[in-house]
């Protein structure tokens, strides 16, 4: 699918969406109970789970303890099943998913509020249990759940998506399909009440104009997901206060 097919005559995308426009969010909080805080997010077809086990006592080389903050440590994978191509598993993991567990640890370092756990640590491991673009995205919205879930205090959500271009328009939460039509594509996780980007990533060079539409995007996108996070939230904090009744 080249660029300039991404979207109709009419201005609608592939999947009948407009521009602007996220796909479907469907998220639960409180799926596993063996965890601290987990949570579950559907974006569309891209499904993610997230875990989170802390704050605890460091495991392992206490050498690696920071005496001012918590240790926050995450791993990322994409489950084997996750796509239509069958892979394989990499005995320790892919380099691919350890540069993005490296991100998805800076960009929970810029939220959640390491300093009131000194010489602790938090453990965040996210799963894409089926992929179908956005996929880093709904990992990150998944383990805002399960942080928040885990009673963790953080600064603002952290709210990611993905954006691109069709020739001049631009377009928000990109599916696979449209990730794989080669265009440029932007990844935000922006802190919304503040405005903080705890992330900003690039396919391609862009004009500044074009980058600015771009990232107008994803941030109108991470916005809206932040409006779709805070109702499940609040959700869960009635159903736990009901539950407390009980």
Do not use: W
């Not at 690696?64 to 796509?83: E, G, I």
């Not at 179908?132 to 998944?142: F, H, L, S």
């Not at 405005?195 to 500044?208: D, E, V």
């Amino acid at each position: 699918m080249a660029a300039a097919e991404l979207l109709s005559d009419e201005g609608y995308r592939a999947d009948g969406r407009r521009p602007a426009e996220l796909r479907k969010v469907r998220a639960r909080m409180g799926v596993f109970g063996q965890a601290d805080g987990s949570a579950y997010i559907e974006q569309g077809n891209t499904k993610a789970l997230a875990v989170v086990y802390g704050p605890h006592e460091m495991r392992g080389s206490r050498s690696k303890a920071l005496p001012d903050r918590a240790l926050v440590n995450c791993r990322y994978s994409l489950a084997t099943f996750s796509t239509g191509e069958r892979r394989r598993r990499p005995p320790h993991g892919d380099r691919q998913s350890a540069e993005l567990a490296l991100q998805l640890q800076q960009t929970f370092e810029a939220a959640i509020l390491t300093r009131l756990y000194p010489r602790s640590q938090i453990d965040i491991y996210v799963q894409i249990l089926q992929a179908d673009g956005g996929n880093y995205c709904a990992g990150v919205n998944a383990a805002t759940l399960a942080v928040m879930d885990a009673g963790i205090p953080m600064r603002d959500y952290v709210c990611a998506s993905t954006a691109g271009l069709a020739e001049e328009t631009p377009l928000a939460d990109l599916s696979s399909p449209e990730e794989a039509a080669g265009g440029p594509r932007l990844v935000l996780a922006l802190l919304p009440a503040s405005g903080q980007m705890a992330l900003l990533q690039l396919s391609a060079r862009l004009h500044q104009e074009r980058l600015e539409a771009a990232l107008e995007a994803a941030g109108q996108a991470c916005r809206a997901l932040h409006a779709v996070l805070d109702r499940v939230v609040r959700q869960r904090l009635r159903e736990v206060t009901a539950a407390l009744g009980d």
